[in-house]
């Protein structure tokens, strides 16, 4: 006799937070893509170089201020998708804030000092600036408008399963990539 299995349902809440994981590696990863990209554009290194050897804090290709930020955008802005002007200053302020004080923990915890915008006008303490804080304004709203949703079609298009799978796996390495960048750091 064949016995049919049914699927254990998983809760509206776990769901939720495997999305939210889901979006802040995707956020990460299209962070490190972009930090790739206007690196080698600004300089003449060779595109391994820039991927394998000039690197953050960590060393997988994610920068996570990128997915914390991809994560509060969604946050802030899902109430109020139809104004694209109150997300481009939702998302300035919040980006804001984020970058100003990663910045300020990798300087005085770790001793790293990974971006500097002292040479751009209307910066506080070369931290954020008046273009930082309009780029990632407008990239928030274009995120929380178009990238979003597109994601979220694409997530809720894979078995639940396998979603969850994929979170665990992805958030393994980044604890294994975080605790091993910590101890680079302390040596």
């Not at 994981?21 to 690196?39: H, K, N, Q, R, T």
């Not at 899902?78 to 919040?94: E, T």
């Not at 929380?144 to 969850?164: D, G, H, M, Q, V």
Request: a positive charge.
């Amino acid at each position: 006799m064949i016995e049919i299995v049914q699927p254990i349902l998983v809760k509206p809440k776990i769901e939720k937070a495997i999305y939210l994981l889901w979006l802040f590696f995707a956020g990460s990863f299209m962070g490190f893509i972009w930090e790739v990209l206007v690196y080698w554009v600004q300089h003449t290194d060779s595109l391994i170089t820039i991927i394998f050897e000039l690197r953050g804090f960590l060393h997988g290709t994610w920068v996570p201020i990128y997915g914390v930020g991809c994560i509060l955008i969604y946050l802030i802005n899902k109430p109020f998708q139809s104004n694209l002007f109150s997300a481009i200053l939702r998302s300035a302020c919040v980006c804001s804030i984020v970058e100003y004080l990663t910045s300020w923990i990798l300087e005085n915890m770790f001793g790293m000092k990974l971006w500097d915008y002292s040479n751009q006008i209307l910066n506080v303490n070369g931290r954020i600036s008046f273009m930082s804080i309009a780029f990632f304004g407008i990239a928030g709203a274009l995120i929380a408008k178009y990238f979003e949703p597109y994601l979220k079609k694409c997530f809720n298009s894979i078995p639940i399963y396998t979603r969850l799978f994929a979170c665990i796996v992805l958030g393994l390495l980044f604890i294994l990539d975080f605790v091993f960048s910590l101890l680079m750091a302390f040596q």
